[in-house]
Nanobody, 121 residues
Framework: VQLQASGGGLVQAGGSLGLSCVAS????????MGWFRQAPGKEREFVAVISWGGGTIRYADSVKGRFIITRDNAKNTVYLQMNSLKPEDTAVYYC???????????????WGQGTLVTVSS
């Protein structure tokens, strides 16, 4: 599965931004999708994950209540709606894919190319 992320940009603190990630390739198989991020000088960290049917969703504590992950399987697309953004949310955001949500969190099978989100104070 190949992943293409988009939607990053510059936003002021308190604002909102939406990311998208389109999957292509072996999309006939069911798979979980998620988002990670990597801030300058820091390691990549988990942000959110969603199962194929949407029944299982997990968030990092740092984004819980502010970010929303959804997916549209007809469009092979996963979304990340980011609200109440903070300067510490500044990072390159990557989408990831795996067979299960646990796989996405621990050992993703595929990664997108990353999209930069910059939150100004």
């Amino acid at each position: 599965v190949q992943l293409q992320a988009s939607g990053g940009g510059l936003v002021q603190a308190g604002g909102s931004l939406g990311l998208s990630c389109v999957a292509s390739g072996r999309t006939s198989e069911k798979y979980a999708m998620g988002w990670f991020r990597q801030a300058p000088g820091k390691e990549r960290e988990f942000v959110a994950v969603i199962s194929w049917g949407g029944g299982t969703i997990r968030y990092a504590d740092s984004v819980k209540g502010r970010f929303i992950i959804t997916r549209d399987n007809a469009k092979n697309t996963v979304y990340l709606q980011m609200n109440s953004l903070k300067p510490e949310d500044t990072a390159v955001y990557y989408c990831a894919q795996g067979s299960t949500t646990a796989d996405v969190v621990t050992t993703p099978q595929s990664w997108g190319q990353g999209t930069l989100v910059t939150v100004s104070s």
